[in-house]
């Protein structure tokens, strides 16, 4: 439990503030799109008066978006949605500067960081906000009275609550809000099963969410992590994709243009086909594994990379994830089989397996989290914009929205789109009334 001098917040260190302050200010500079609605949220104060908790990577530009939900009223806690992912001298400057409930250390154990789930689900949220679906998961196995199923430090918590403050826990949730495209295929299960006890907006689902973010960002800010944590030269080399999805298909193309030759493994023939037609080679990861320097997964599956495909890998390959969770490497086989693991950088750990040596990268987590510093500010400000706008959408519309997965509606959608061409000094025609009526017709033109 964390001791009642540190109740309102977790952190590393707060003499890292004006560090976390600099850097926040310099992402702020590419977010105009959130700066415009921040704005508007002080004016209009959607959010006043509502308790949100967030789980979410605590990078500068979460701390852009903390301070937006805050200037619209929102009392708001954070913690971390990997433990890896936290940048400690953000979380410094939230707490000192904006008085923001922060609890998470870079580096925490799996203890420390399920205590500070729990912290942030003790906040008694109206709104919750994740990346993952750790804080609506936490909230389901409440509501399904599925205790064991639960880290020990938010068991230990719930068993102290009364069956009303555990009912009133679940029931004071208006909404939620969620981040990636792993959390969104666990909430439309529990939708599926009908387990969900409120709405929630898969901010992913937005357009001017993935079709940038988990493209444009995932696939620079992954290679960017690769690289700061091997210096490897990624020209020349063959770089293994597994999935092509938004991520994937981000990736390929920038480890492409690094000049490597790119092999995309698949399981879905529509994707294959496309990665095929893009021109990369695509071929079964058994395949693959013979050929590879550089093996990244951004598939959001289990054990895409196994065991035997370790021991086909050549010496010296090196193994990484940007999936959401560290489960796309069978890690737990490969320590059953190989030596390891040595650091011999950070975030770079050698395992010896059949007389020859593999290097697994920031033990199967997030590598542009882990090792770099996530998606850049100007990509973050389109699925912030959205974050926001979707928990201003949940305080409207709580008395209408059903315990269902839903998008934000495809208005706001654009206009998002509409607000960053603008910023970018972007601009674009608008149709003639001959050409709307041209499209509005059937007869016309033909
Ligand atoms: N690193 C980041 O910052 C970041 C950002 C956004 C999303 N994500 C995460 O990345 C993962 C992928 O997200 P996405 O938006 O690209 O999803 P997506 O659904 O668009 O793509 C995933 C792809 O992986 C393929 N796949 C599934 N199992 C496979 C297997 N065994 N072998 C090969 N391919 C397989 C699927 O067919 C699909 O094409 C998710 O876990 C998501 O949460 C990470």
């Not at 898969?202 to 960002?217: E, I, P, Q």
Request: glycine share 8%.
């Amino acid at each position: 439990m964390i001791t009642a001098s540190k109740q309102d917040h977790d952190i590393k260190d707060v003499k890292l503030a004006d560090e976390g302050r600099r850097r926040t200010e310099w992402a702020e500079r590419s977010m105009p799109v959130l700066r415009q609605l921040a704005e508007r949220f002080a004016r209009e104060r959607p959010l006043a008066g509502k308790r949100l908790a967030a789980c979410l990577h605590v990078t500068t530009e979460t701390a852009n978006l903390m301070v937006a939900l805050q200037a619209g009223g929102a009392d708001v806690a954070l913690c971390a949605s990997n433990p890896l992912s936290t940048q400690d001298d953000v979380a410094a400057h939230l707490v000192r500067d904006h008085g923001i409930k922060v609890f998470a250390i870079k580096g925490e154990d799996h203890a420390t960081y399920y205590e500070h789930i729990r912290a942030a689900l003790a906040h008694r949220p109206d709104i919750t906000m994740d990346d993952g679906a750790d804080l609506v998961g936490a909230l389901h196995m409440v509501a399904l009275n599925r205790l064991d199923d639960l880290a020990p430090p938010v068991r230990k918590w719930i068993e102290t609550l009364s069956a009303a403050e555990r009912k009133a826990l679940v029931a004071g949730v208006a909404g939620s809000t969620e981040e990636t495209t792993t959390g969104v295929i666990r909430l439309k299960a529990m939708a599926k099963d009908g387990v969900l006890q409120f709405p929630v907006i898969a901010v992913n689902d937005s357009d001017t969410k993935h079709l940038f973010d988990n493209r444009y960002g995932t696939g620079q800010s992954t290679l960017d992590g690769i690289i700061r944590a091997t210096n490897m030269l990624i020209a020349g080399s063959t770089v293994v994709v597994a999935g092509y999805g938004w991520c994937g298909r981000g990736f390929a193309l920038r480890a492409r243009g690094a000049g490597a030759n790119v092999v995309v493994t698949e399981i879905d023939p529509m994707k294959a086909l496309e990665a095929q037609m893009d021109g990369y080679r695509v071929a079964t990861m058994a395949e693959a594994a013979r050929v590879g320097d550089l093996f990244v997964t951004l598939t959001g599956n289990v054990e895409v990379i196994r065991v035997e495909h370790m021991r086909a890998m050549k010496d010296g390959a090196v193994l990484a994830n940007s999936g959401h969770f560290n489960v796309e490497i069978d890690l737990e086989g490969l320590k059953k089989i190989a030596r390891g693991p040595v650091a011999v950088r950070d975030f770079v750990e050698e395992w010896q397996l059949d007389g020859k040596k593999i290097f697994v990268l920031a033990d199967g987590r997030l590598i542009n989290l882990a090792a770099a510093e996530g998606h850049p500010a100007s990509v973050m400000d389109m699925s912030f914009a959205n974050q926001a706008l979707a928990a201003e959408h949940v305080v409207r519309h709580a008395k209408t929205l059903t315990k269902d997965v839903h998008r934000i509606p495809g208005e706001l959608d654009r206009e998002i789109a509409r607000l960053k061409l603008q910023a970018m000094g972007v601009a674009i025609d608008t149709l003639t009334p001959a050409q709307k009526k041209y499209l509005a017709s059937w007869d016309l033109g033909t």
